[in-house]
């Protein structure tokens, strides 16, 4: 079986759409956030979405299947915020190996059931790894610029246990996504080869950046072609662009990327800008259009969906998709 860059040379890869928004149609309540782990845990816990693979495996891996079932070909971890620093905030610092090893195992189970049914299209598990809810690069006091609330050093001690987790968990790429910071991503991507060092491993990585306005650059201030800069020396599979705008808005920055990037491309924008409500309107069909015009260019080999996509989202990307080489 080709592995993931010989596929890559070939045809375009179908990445899946948001976990959060397919979570919420479950109406979930304190309980299954607690149920077989945290039972006595003395903090609420609804809404740590990362707990799912531990206490509700069952809607994680039926989530995963919905994705893989209209043709995703990587699925992501429930792992966005699986590390010590972002589960700091519900006092479970402890629990942060155990989300990424049995996020990865999970929907490692639910790829190889996939692939075992038609083995010409494997399938893959990405590790999701976060930006964490704390910047590197940007001081969260206005009246003290210089301060930081944590360091590169701690930075880079969570995300390699996030990292040792998906990796034995059986991910089979690393996806550092939803970068605001590129120094944030940096230490990620530090962790990645000292543990891959540790470990003897060569997963391929994916890196995403999050453009947050119309002036196209990155919540710390870069733009599109310094963040590539910054992270290119990384021995990367591709890099691409995530979140915050939607489809249409992205395209000159993953113009960008396609012209001056050595790696192959990616981008799973959000359905849209949020309406007043926090909801995202663009349907499935709208978003397809827009993809189109990002594969008449072949400015992507990945293209997948973030914030309020859902598995119609992502067959309509993986039906267009189907008809592009690379």
């Not at 109406?27 to 693979?53: A, I, Q, T, V, Y």
Request: aromatic share 8%; charged share 20%; glycine share 8%.
């Amino acid at each position: 079986m080709d592995g993931i860059r010989e596929i890559l040379k070939k045809r375009v890869l179908v990445l899946d759409g948001a976990m959060g928004t397919m979570i919420q149609r479950y109406k979930l309540e304190e309980e299954d956030f607690r149920r077989g782990w945290f039972e006595d845990h003395p903090n609420s816990l609804k809404g740590n979405n990362d707990l799912l693979s531990l206490t509700r495996p069952d809607i994680i891996k039926a989530i995963h299947a919905e994705y893989l079932e209209v043709g995703a070909d990587i699925i992501e971890t429930n792992t966005f915020s699986g590390t010590t620093i972002a589960q700091a905030d519900y006092d479970l610092e402890r629990a942060a190996y155990d989300i990424n090893f049995h996020g990865a195992k999970l929907a490692k189970e639910v790829c190889e059931e996939f692939t075992a049914k038609n083995p010409n299209k494997p399938r893959f598990v990405a590790g999701s790894i976060g930006p964490t809810n704390v910047t590197l690069s940007l001081s969260p006091d206005v009246n003290d610029p210089g301060f930081r609330n944590t360091t590169f050093d701690k930075m880079v001690v969570a995300y390699s246990e996030q990292v040792k987790g998906l990796i034995e968990g059986g991910a089979d790429l690393l996806l550092v996504e939803t970068i605001f910071d590129t120094l944030n991503a940096k230490a990620a991507l530090f962790a990645i080869e000292d543990v891959q060092n540790e470990l003897g491993t060569d997963l391929p990585i994916m890196v995403s950046g999050t453009i947050t306005d119309a002036s196209g650059r990155t919540l710390s201030g870069q733009t599109t072609e310094a963040f590539l800069v910054s992270v290119q020396h990384a021995n990367l599979l591709s890099i691409g662009l995530n979140c915050a705008l939607g489809a249409s808005a992205l395209r000159p920055y993953l113009q960008i990327l396609k012209n001056k990037a050595p790696f192959f491309t990616s981008a799973h924008p959000n359905a849209g800008l949020p309406n007043e409500m926090g909801e995202y309107d663009e349907t499935p069909e709208i978003m397809a259009d827009q993809i189109k015009t990002f594969l008449d260019e072949g400015l992507v080999n990945i293209v997948g969906g973030c914030c309020g996509t859902t598995p119609d989202h992502i067959k309509a990307m993986a039906d267009l998709a189907a008809n592009y080489s690379a």
